[in-house]
């Protein structure tokens, strides 16, 4: 069973900063591309970060020069540095993973998408 679990979230006054992390965990092999989503209350859910296999990093434009995702392929997780935060970032983060997992019934790798649960984070004015 593989499982993406979000953590870091919180309440931060406006310009603080917080850090998420999420880490996959089970029969993993590999992680491909990762990314962190933010869905506030009333909207869509927004791609916020993305960040390849390789490193190669994409952001939304209402966070480039804040926000930085980084990771660490040993142990499949992914980061996001969030700074200078406003109170238009409050929403619940969710993380996404590409991961490549041993399928023990086909005895082959398959790569599949997964979803965390989600960490809220709330800026105050």
């Known amino acids: 069973q593989v499982q993406l679990v979000e953590s870091g979230g919180g309440l931060v006054q406006a310009g603080g900063s917080l850090r998420l992390s999420c880490s996959a965990s089970g029969s993993i092999a590999s992680s491909n591309a990762m990314r962190w989503y933010r869905q506030a209350p009333g909207k869509q859910r927004e791609l916020v970060a993305t960040?390849?296999?390789?490193?190669?990093?994409n952001y939304v434009d209402s966070v480039k020069g804040r926000f930085t995702i980084s990771r660490d392929n040993a142990k499949n997780t992914v980061y996001l540095q969030m700074n200078s935060l406003k109170p238009e970032d409050t929403a619940s983060y969710v993380c996404?993973?590409?991961?490549?997992?041993?399928?023990?019934?086909?005895?082959?790798?398959?790569?599949?998408?997964?979803w965390g649960q989600g960490t809220q984070v709330t800026v105050s004015s």
């Open positions: 996404n993973a590409d991961l490549n997992r041993f399928d023990r019934t086909t005895l082959r790798f398959r790569l599949d998408t997964y």
């Open positions: 960040i390849t296999s390789s490193g190669t990093t």
